[in-house]
Structure formats: C-alpha cells, structure tokens
C-alpha cells in the first residue's frame, strides 16, 4: 500500500509563492509518475503538473511559466514550487502518483493523497 502526506499548503498573498511536498511511504522500489492535481470549489479536478521518472515533465496551460515541478526518487518525493500565484489557483491540491513497483511487482493504478489546502487572498 502506498501512502502519500501533503505538505506546505496555506494562506498566501496574491503575487506570493508556496512549496507543497509530498513523500510517499510504503515498500517502494520505484515510482513512474509523480505529480499533482488540483480542485477548486465548484469545479472539477485538473492536472497541474507531472513528472516522469526520467523527468519529463507536463504542465496544464494555467501552470506554465509559474509552477515548477521536481522530484527527489531516492526520497520518494515530488515537489511543486508555486510562484506569482493568484486568487484563481485557489484549491485543494492532491498528490497522485502511478507506476509503483513494490515488493517486485508493478502496480498501475494510481495512488492519491488526502489533498491540502493553498488559499491565495489578500
């Protein structure tokens, strides 16, 4: 089973930067994907970002050119640095993985974290 903890949500300014992380825990000998999504109120829920394990990356439209998305494979951990956020980035942000192999076996399915909460207001 594949745990993942959400971390460094909050309350921000607009035009202001945040750093959510999340590390999965569990038997884990190699992850593919790692990334993040996000729901707004109202709405349904949209990628932001995603890396491969060889670290190719996609970034929905809205993300481009202001988010960045990394990942530490040693750590089981991927990273989303958000900069000149705005009040419309406002969501519960959701880690996902996929691809996990563990204990010798390949599991495709994906794999969610309870979400955490980045309020962009002044």
């Known amino acids: 089973q594949v745990q993942l903890v959400e971390t460094g949500g909050g309350l921000v300014q607009p035009g202001g930067s945040l750093r959510l992380s999340c590390a999965a825990s569990?038997?884990?000998?190699?992850?593919?994907?790692m990334g993040w999504y996000r729901q707004a109120p109202g709405k349904e829920r949209e990628l932001v970002a995603i890396m491969t394990r060889t670290e190719s990356t996609v970034y929905a439209d809205s993300a481009k050119g202001r988010f960045t998305i990394s990942r530490e494979n040693a750590k089981n951990t991927v990273y989303l640095q958000m900069n000149s956020l705005k009040p419309e980035d406002t969501a519960v942000y959701y880690c996902h993985v996929n691809g996990v192999t563990m204990m010798g076996i390949f599991y495709a399915e994906p794999y969610w974290g309870n979400g955490i909460l980045v309020t962009v207001s002044s």
């Open positions: 569990g038997n884990i000998a190699m992850i593919n994907n």
